[in-house]
């Protein structure tokens, strides 16, 4: 019989889309209560890659990422979503914000190898994760760089995304090893 191994825990990330400043920062300051302390956040990036969203978040969009401090298991990311979900809807009735979602909450984890997205809908390169969710893997890490695939959103192209991620993918290996060396 195969002996099944639990899943290396992930560094939590959520991507902010935001109308203005005062958005950000709100959901800035609403993640870090409800999913715990940041141990690293973004500049602050125009998104003008698309027009997507420009109908429920606004014409000019900011935005910005945060690294979550406390590892989780990469199984809790439907769950999560969820959560950040419920964030959105309650940010978009208190921001007073003539838009109908004047944020936009995207949660994921960096692994060694990959950063892995959340989200609503499916398509050919999601799997489901469970609690009506999708996943899919945005970027890989290989070769000492991250790589985009062939699906992978404009956005994440930039070297920028891939500086920061490779500083929170830097502090994960640096948690697990502290984590392998307390195991008996």
């Avoid at 959520?14 to 109308?19: E, K, M, Q, R």
């Avoid at 945060?66 to 439907?78: F, N, R, T, V, W």
């Avoid at 398509?123 to 970027?139: N, P």
């Amino acid at each position: 019989m195969w002996k099944l191994k639990e899943p290396e825990p992930a560094k939590l990330i959520v991507g902010i889309l935001a109308s203005n400043y005062q958005c950000l920062h709100s959901a800035a300051d609403v993640l870090t209560n409800k999913l715990g302390g940041a141990d690293f956040t973004s500049e602050v990036w125009t998104f003008d890659k698309t027009d997507y969203y420009k109908d429920q978040t606004g014409s000019r969009i900011l935005r910005q990422f945060l690294s979550i401090e406390k590892l989780i298991d990469p199984g809790k990311l439907a769950k999560i979503k969820l959560q950040t979900n419920k964030l959105e809807q309650k940010l978009a009735k208190t921001l007073g914000i003539p838009l109908p979602r004047p944020v936009n909450l995207d949660p994921g984890i960096i692994e060694p190898s990959k950063l892995v997205l959340a989200t609503t809908k499916n398509y050919s390169h999601r799997i489901y994760i469970g609690k009506k969710m999708y996943a899919e893997i945005t970027l890989n890490y290989d070769k000492g760089r991250w790589q985009p695939l062939d699906h992978t959103y404009p956005d994440y192209r930039q070297e920028c995304y891939f500086d920061f991620f490779e500083k929170v993918r830097t502090r994960l290996l640096e948690q697990l090893k502290r984590s392998q060396h307390k195991k008996p």
